[in-house]
T-cell receptor
Framework: NAGVTQTPKFQVLKTGQSMTLQCAQDMNHNSMYWYRQDPGMGLRLIYYSASEGTTDKGEVPNGYNVSRLNKREFSLRLESAAPSQTSVYFC????????????FGPGTRLLVL | RKEVEQDPGPFNVPEGATVAFNCTYS??????FFWYRQDCRKEPKLLMSVYSSGNEDGRFTAQLNRASQYISLLIRDSKLSDSATYLC????????????FGKGTSLLVTP
């Protein structure tokens, strides 16, 4: 089992470009999450999906959109990238509800010039 | 105010030493607590859950003090491979579906 996979691993964008970060899990978990991690800021929740068909905003949702395509896949889209979105993005999954252990993907390193 | 606060360190300790980290959480309604480990440029990975009665996993011991709202992690007989950042985590019962991560405490174990 691959667990949680993310693509791409690295990406360089110019300001204003768009891109979609992909996340897939084979753990049969209901909940999926997108975080960003910046130096000195820790992990911050962007969006989450408690179950297939539902999404909710986290702490820092501005500039992002998400899609819970099915139970396995949860994508994060940057419509018009900005340098402030330079970060490491982690996808995570959890069995159900917010009080359970979360399992993280390997991350996507994004640089916006 | 950050929901979960930790001393960022770094903690530099020699091999074989015992080291302890504490963190505090602000949401008294939090029910679930964890310690995660994150190696440089890698994803966070669960180290251990923290139970009210305290729990131990090998060289690692976690304690929860609900009255004072703090969580601790004790590492005995430190190994070089313990060098990492340790993230303290509490559930965010306000949102219902999220965990609050501390910014992490950096540990460097030296020969």
């Amino acid at each position: 089992n691959a667990g949680v996979t993310q693509t791409p691993k690295f990406q360089v964008l110019k300001t204003g470009q768009s891109m979609t970060l992909q996340c897939a899990q084979d753990m049969n978990h209901n909940s999926m999450y997108w975080y960003r991690q910046d130096p000195g800021m820790g992990l911050r929740l962007i969006y989450y999906s408690a179950s297939e068909g539902t999404t909710d905003k986290g702490e820092v949702p501005n500039g992002y959109n998400v899609s819970r395509l099915n139970k396995r896949e949860f994508s994060l889209r940057l419509e018009s990238a900005a340098p402030s979105q330079t970060s490491v993005y982690f996808c995570a999954t959890g069995l159900a509800g917010g009080q359970e252990t979360q399992y993280f993907g390997p991350g996507t390193r994004l640089l916006v010039l | 105010r950050k929901e979960v606060e930790q001393d960022p360190g770094p903690f530099n300790v020699p091999e074989g030493a015992t080291v302890a980290f504490n963190c505090t959480y602000s949401n008294s309604a939090s029910q679930s607590f964890f310690w995660y480990r994150q190696d440089c440029r890698k994803e966070p990975k669960l180290l251990m859950s923290v139970y009210s009665s305290g729990n131990e996993d090998g060289r690692f011991t976690a304690q929860l003090n609900r009255a004072s709202q703090y969580i601790s992690l004790l590492i005995r007989d430190s190994k070089l491979s313990d060098s990492a950042t340790y993230l303290c985590v509490a559930d965010n019962s306000n949102s219902g579906y999220a965990l609050n991560f501390g910014k992490g405490t950096s540990l460097l174990v030296t020969p």
